[in-house]
């Protein structure tokens, strides 16, 4: 785990960067140095041809020795010193520096006599540094060319060189060793909160989902990281409170009929005598199955629905042709309630949109069914078409019983209920303003409530005339 920790690795790539830029600007420095050593020796010896015209008098004459040995003696920096012809013979022995000489390289001489200079480094003499040499053609009067050659030892430029590689053996591992200690501090200095972060996290499991991490008001990638995973534990706590109450009322709404249907068959068992008794039983069993049935089934659309696995059949439909059949289909259920039903199409012509049918007859019937289950006999209920800018409006507004105010943000919640004990009345399952809102949204639109209690609600379908953005990757050819 130490090798595999985010901490060791952040160390390990800073003392890899800085082994790195070592190397390579040791290596730029060493050149560079010894570049410039080799051309500062190499000028010291090519100053010494600004004498070369005064040289060919000399050298022509019966005292070329003389010259030859003057010269020496002003010109000190050279270490070596020689007169050659051009068969690579020494002329002027007693004031050549003829002891550590490397042999004389007739090639070169050749090439000075076409060139007239040339610089070269010997290395076949004695002593511990090989020689920088100069060999310079001196032409006399008499058009013979005789070669001066000056030498210097390369120890200028090679000890410096030698002292820069030690220093870099040397502190260059200590470096390394204070950046690494270095990097390891900085490193756990940088990942301290997220270190912070892991600790708050493992504190928080299931029942503590309503803790938050600590948010640190730098701005920096680590306190959005802490807000994105505030955020991650409200839409979890959330998901766990919708879970925890789907759950219970689940529980309630499948115990319900479950206990009626258990005491029912005891009676039957018990009591009952004639086929008159059994059927009365039967039939009142029958309805509390129907009502699981439909419980289970309302159940498994939500979820599918929710998971993507019933796609929407998006193709361009008539709005309102669907409406005008659930009109009609609205007057029969509000007919046992002398409930009056109101078709208000505000609009002038045809409106077609594009959108699943079967699911958004679900929709309108449910908000339908609805208005009549929950208005008194007499009322009155209004379905109303009308558009604005990109979006078809339907509301289904009723003279109803109403809803108070607390309870509206939760209306859309599977089995939330206003009233508990009037949905034992109208058989309804509590999953209707869910299947509602789930499919509205999913046709990416929205769904509107305002109610006044004993005056009556109004739930507004706002749907986009061109279908859900998404339609072209859930729809089918139409």
């Not at 051309?39 to 100053?47: G, H, M």
């Not at 003499?125 to 060999?135: D, N, Q």
């Not at 032409?139 to 005789?146: A, G, H, N, R, S």
């Not at 009308?386 to 009723?398: C, L, Q």
């Amino acid at each position: 785990m130490f090798f595999h920790s985010l901490r060791f690795r952040l160390t390990a790539w800073y003392t890899l960067t800085i082994v790195v830029v070592l190397a390579l600007s040791g290596c730029v420095w060493y050149q560079q140095l010894s570049s410039s050593l080799l051309r500062q020796t190499d000028q010291r010896l090519i100053k010494l041809t600004d004498e070369s015209p005064v040289l060919a008098q000399g050298f022509s004459g019966q005292d070329r020795c003389r010259v030859f040995c003057e010269f020496v003696r002003r010109h000190r920096q050279g270490h070596f010193y020689r007169l050659v012809d051009a068969a690579g013979q020494s002329l002027c022995d007693a004031c050549s520096s003829i002891g550590n000489a490397p042999s004389v390289n007739l090639q070169v001489l050749k090439t000075a006599a076409q060139q007239r200079m040339v610089l070269e480094t010997a290395r076949d003499k004695a002593g511990p540094y090989p020689m920088r040499l100069l060999t310079l053609a001196v032409t006399l009067d008499t058009d013979e060319v005789i070669f001066l050659q000056v030498g210097t030892g390369m120890g200028m430029v090679q000890e410096p060189l030698q002292e820069l590689r030690t220093l870099l053996l040397i502190f260059s591992p200590m470096a390394l060793l204070a950046v690494a200690i270095l990097g390891w501090f900085l490193a756990g200095r940088a990942l301290a909160p997220v270190e912070n972060l892991t600790r708050a996290m493992r504190r928080i499991n299931v029942d503590s989902l309503s803790h938050r991490l600590p948010v640190r008001s730098s701005g920096d990638e680590l306190s959005l990281l802490a807000g994105t995973f505030n955020a991650m534990l409200g839409r979890l706590e959330e998901s766990f409170r919708k879970i925890k109450q789907f759950s219970g009322d689940a529980s309630h709404e499948l115990r319900t009929p479950l206990t009626i249907l258990k005491g029912e068959t005891e009676v039957a068992l018990r009591w009952a005598k004639t086929p008159e008794e059994f059927r009365k039983i039967l039939g009142s069993s029958m309805e509390e199955i129907d009502r699981m049935n439909r419980i289970i089934e309302d159940l498994l659309l939500l979820a599918k629905s929710e998971a993507g696995q019933k796609p929407l059949t998006i193709k361009e439909m008539s709005l309102s042709d669907l409406l005008q059949e659930l009109y009609m289909q609205g007057r029969t259920l509000a007919q046992p309630k002398s409930i009056e039903l109101v078709l208000n199409p505000n609009v002038t012509e045809e409106i077609r949109i594009l959108g699943d049918e079967m699911r958004l007859r679900q929709v309108f019937l449910n908000l339908i069914a609805n208005a009549v289950n929950y208005t008194p006999e007499n009322g009155r209920v209004d379905i109303s078409l009308s558009v604005s800018e990109e979006e078809a409006i339907v509301k289904v507004a009723d003279t109803g019983i109403g809803i108070p105010a607390e309870h509206l943000p939760y209306i859309f919640d599977r089995f939330y209920r206003v009233d508990k004990a009037r949905n034992r009345e109208d058989g309804g399952t509590g999953l209707g303003l869910a299947i509602v809102d789930s499919f509205v949204k999913a046709h990416g639109g929205r769904v509107e409530v305002a109610s006044t209690p004993d005056v009556g609600s109004a739930f507004t379908v706002y749907l986009p005339i061109r279908g859900p953005k998404n339609s072209s990757d859930n729809s089918t050819a139409s």
